[in-house]
């Protein structure tokens, strides 16, 4: 079974709960982002994601856009995704997932870029813009490195999709919590109920929650029916404002919210 | 025997098109999809779209030879596909009229739309008011900037332009804006997406839409002139007006199909709009085709003195036109572009669009490569109204 999977069925099983955090690869530079990925590992993260900045992010709201955008001004390079892996690698052994969108990886080439997110020592990776009905090349490729390889669910998928695409994922899936792009909502919808209790029906793989999760409170409620939870704005805000300390504060602080 | 090429439907041409979106923009793709397929059967609506062209959009719109002009080429013969006479100015009209009716089919009461030149923000600003819908218009906060006068024309239509201040701040993030509203607002809104790129079944429907240019000009060449043009010229941004008007003759081997898209200050210098010619494929906006991006994937930016070609990519069904060597494309660079609005303007008495001036600019390169005496239909696609100021400026007359 994947590290990920293995990780988040314990954590499940010990009424603790799950906290997967995410920071952009190469925000605001290299090293900076290396720190921050050991600091939330320290301090309560069990799964890193590591956003690699794109051009086009449709899937992320403003604060992530400006964050993958300022990353890439100062001039991040798509190799430098598995430098920080292996840099972060070497300080912690909490497992990563790449989170990438498909052009940059389509460019490395998909087998390329398998066979490097293992070298690096990544668990695998969230697809955020593709589906699996495009993503055979990226299935094949994962599968014979035994790579996680995560699909998105949402609230508007059919129960056909939702089973399509939580078959053809490994480590998790990726319960989309409401229609909408990254960032903080006061009020999580009962939709992610709805989308998890779908997933969860299935049997096959555990899910986690994304979008829109930013305290420790929403933290401890998705983590009472799902597998758990996806903070990635809340950390990058934190960051913008208070650096390596308010990063490292917000990471306690939603920590606080597992069991 | 051969499939025909026009008889290509989404979602791929060739390895080109899919549909690289998250996935909870998925269920409203199928959505539209479904009642495409079935609007496109029933005669209640394909009736009722030819109605609205009819009586509301003005089609058929009328060929235009272009005498004067053309004698500046030595011998050949220009005949104009005037979609500058369309209700609001350009071809982009087709399009809206038949997705607006898709909307009402779905019962959705809003509209987003994305916009570079403004033809198609003013468009779709167009269709919301005449059926009463809600309507949001994306354009990056530059094109706000260079195509005032149609923001003007969007917001007394009743719509609301958003200026797009990420990324490149052109029609490539308007875009990027436009797919974010709607995956947050999918059950009330439909994107109504101005060019034939984008996941399928946009290319294909669009394109449908727009094919009523070329099916009229077939008829009204073969009236005209008693045969088949030797070829066909149009721009290509997106590409939506180029495969309107290639689309009916894609099967008639012996005419010729040029793409003119924007060179910018020059093919070899890194300030292009030249996809086809400098990109390589790759996904953009939900779509496997060619597009302009750097080494590590990242989508390059575009330029081009025409807001409306300014993009880094271009519609599946033309990358694989070109891949087939069906189609020809060929790069005209900013100032190429500006003599023949001139000229277009100064023989003829028509201002186009500077967009459309890039296809005029392309009869340069066809007196050469084309017979003496050959006939060359171009699909002029806009007019250039909404141009004058950049062209006031660039001409010294403001």
């Known amino acids: ?259 | 025997m051969t499939p025909k090429l026009s008889a290509q439907v989404g979602p791929y041409f060739g390895q080109f098109g899919g549909r690289f979106v998250p996935e909870p923009l998925i269920a409203a793709l199928d959505e539209l999809d479904a009642t495409y397929q079935a609007a496109r059967k029933d005669e209640s609506f394909t009736n009722e779209l030819a109605q609205l062209h009819l009586e509301y959009t003005g089609r058929p719109s009328i060929i235009t030879e272009a005498k004067r002009f053309a004698a500046q080429f030595g011998d050949i013969r220009v005949f104009l596909k005037r979609e500058d006479l369309n209700h609001t100015g350009s071809h982009k009209i087709n399009n809206v009229m038949g997705q607006a009716l898709l909307a009402k089919r779905m019962g959705k009461k809003r509209i987003i739309a994305e916009t570079g030149a403004g033809q198609h923000g003013v468009a779709s600003a167009t269709a919301a008011a005449y059926f009463g819908l809600d309507c949001v218009v994306y354009m990056g906060e530059v094109d706000t900037e260079r195509q005032a006068l149609n923001v003007a024309r969007m917001k007394l239509l009743g719509a609301e332009v958003v200026a797009v201040t990420t990324g490149s701040r052109t029609l490539k993030d308007a875009i990027n804006e436009a797919l974010r509203d709607w995956v947050a607002n999918v059950d009330s809104t439909h994107y109504l997406l101005g060019t034939v790129a984008g996941p399928h079944p946009f290319p294909t429907m669009v394109r449908d839409f727009h094919s009523v240019i070329g099916k009229e000009s077939k008829e009204q060449m073969l009236a005209l002139t008693g045969r088949l043009p030797d070829a066909i010229a149009a721009c290509v941004g997106g590409g939506s007006n180029a495969i309107g008007i290639f689309h009916a003759f894609l099967d008639d081997e012996a005419v010729q199909l040029w793409g003119f898209e924007a060179a910018g200050d020059g093919i070899d210098t890194p300030h292009h709009a030249a996809t086809l010619n400098r990109g390589v494929p790759g996904v953009l906006h939900g779509a496997m085709s060619y597009m302009l991006q750097d080494a590590d994937g990242q989508t390059s930016e575009s330029h081009s003195i025409s807001a409306g070609l300014d993009y880094p990519g271009v519609g599946p069904e033309h990358s694989w036109l070109k891949d087939l060597g069906r189609a020809n494309y060929f790069g005209i660079t900013d100032a190429q572009a500006m003599d023949a609005m001139k000229l277009m303007s100064q023989t003829e008495g028509i201002i186009p669009a500077i967009e459309t001036a890039h296809a005029l600019a392309g009869m340069e390169h066809l007196s050469k490569v084309l017979p003496k005496g050959a006939h060359v239909l171009v699909n002029l696609s806009g007019r250039g109204d909404k141009d004058m100021e950049t062209a006031g400026r660039y001409f010294g007359l403001i």
Request: a negative charge.
């Open chain 1, 1 to 259: 079974m994947s590290k990920v999977e293995t990780i988040l069925r314990q954590n499940r099983d010990s009424g603790r709960g799950t906290l997967v955090g995410y920071f952009p690869a190469g925000y605001p530079t290299l090293d900076d982002s290396v720190a921050a990925f050991v600091a939330m590992a320290k301090n309560g993260c069990d799964i890193l994601e590591v956003g690699v900045p794109y051009s086009d992010p449709v899937m992320d709201g403003l604060v992530i856009q400006q964050a993958t955008e300022k990353a890439l001004a100062n001039g991040f390079r798509l190799s430098e995704t598995f430098e920080v892996i292996r840099k972060v690698r070497e300080q912690v052994d909490t497992p990563m997932l790449v989170m990438s969108y498909w052009n940059p990886v389509l460019r490395y080439g998909v087998d390329n870029f398998a066979q490097a997110l293992e070298d690096s020592g990544a668990q695998g990776m969230i697809t955020p813009d593709l589906i699996p009905d495009e993503g055979a090349s990226w299935i094949d490729a994962a599968t014979k490195r035994d790579l996680d390889h995560v699909f998105l669910v949402a609230p508007s998928s059919s129960d056909a999709r939702v089973k399509a695409n939580s078959a053809a994922s490994q480590g998790f899936v990726y319960s989309v919590s409401t229609m909408g792009i990254t960032g903080e909502r006061a009020n999580l919808d009962q939709l992610a109920r709805q989308v998890v209790g779908k997933v969860k029906d299935l049997g096959t793989a555990p899910t986690c929650v994304g979008v829109g999760i930013s305290s420790a409170e929403q933290v401890r409620e998705v983590n009472s029916y799902a597998d758990g939870a996806i903070v990635g704005t809340a950390f990058v805000k934190a960051y913008e404002s208070g650096g390596l300390e308010g990063l490292t504060e917000k990471t306690r602080e939603l920590a606080r919210g597992l069991g």
